[in-house]
């Protein structure tokens, strides 16, 4: 039986880099970056978008307002207003639809994310499953989409120290659990 309060946590060490999978509200955990699942016109939204927007404050609405919009499978840096972080990488997935583009552009806004760390020398970043929610991008599917991209990028020089995922729900925790476990057997 579970205990209530019980916190799912998987970790995993790539080159030195912390890879934590978590289970709970991207609003709750802390780092320096944190990623919000947003659309292209960057006019918020229900989800992460939504719960992201509410714990930072309007100042977060008026800085997306003077962005203007971003691209899909692309990411922009906003200022975290009232979250405790530095940052807030505004995301935008894929609606799936099942193309071949799906996979190019959800891996994208994955990598636009790690290059933004990289840009403004954040040591940790907490991620959101991108599209599997509003989206409808099947979370089997993105989970080692997600996964891999970020593997590969810490197998490389970085200045990232922490990269966390924040899985709201025990399914998707287990989904990518399994999906780190073939990836990165233990
Ligand atoms: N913390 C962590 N994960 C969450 C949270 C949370 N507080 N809330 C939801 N999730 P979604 P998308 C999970 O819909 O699919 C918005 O309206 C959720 O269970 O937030 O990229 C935007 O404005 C799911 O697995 O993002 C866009 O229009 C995952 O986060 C659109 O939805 C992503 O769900 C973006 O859709």
């Keep these: 039986m579970m205990q209530g309060g019980e916190i799912f946590m998987t970790t995993r060490g790539i080159n030195g880099v912390v890879l934590v999978l978590r289970e709970g509200d991207i609003t709750k955990m802390q780092a320096e970056a944190i990623v919000n699942a947003a659309n292209a016109a960057l006019v ?9 927007h509410q714990a930072a404050g309007p100042g977060l609405m008026a800085e997306c307002r003077k962005i203007g919009g ?17 940052y807030v990488f505004h995301a935008v997935g894929p609606i799936y639809q099942g193309r071949p583009e799906d996979e190019t552009l959800l891996r994208g806004a994955y990598q636009c994310c790690l290059d933004l760390a990289e840009k403004h020398g954040a040591q940790s970043i907490v991620f959101p499953s991108l599209s599997t929610g509003a989206y409808g991008y099947p979370l089997t599917l993105a989970a080692p989409i997600a996964l891999s991209t970020v593997i590969a990028h810490l197998q490389r020089p970085t200045c990232l120290r922490q990269v966390t995922f924040a899985l709201l729900g025990h399914h998707a925790y287990t989904v990518f659990e399994q999906a780190l476990e073939r990836l990165l057997p233990l």
Excluded: E, Q, Y
């Design 70 to 86: 971003c691209p899909t499978g692309s990411a922009v840096a906003t200022s975290a207003g009232n979250l405790p972080a530095t």
């Design 44 to 52: 918020g939204g229900g989800g992460v978008d939504g719960a992201i």
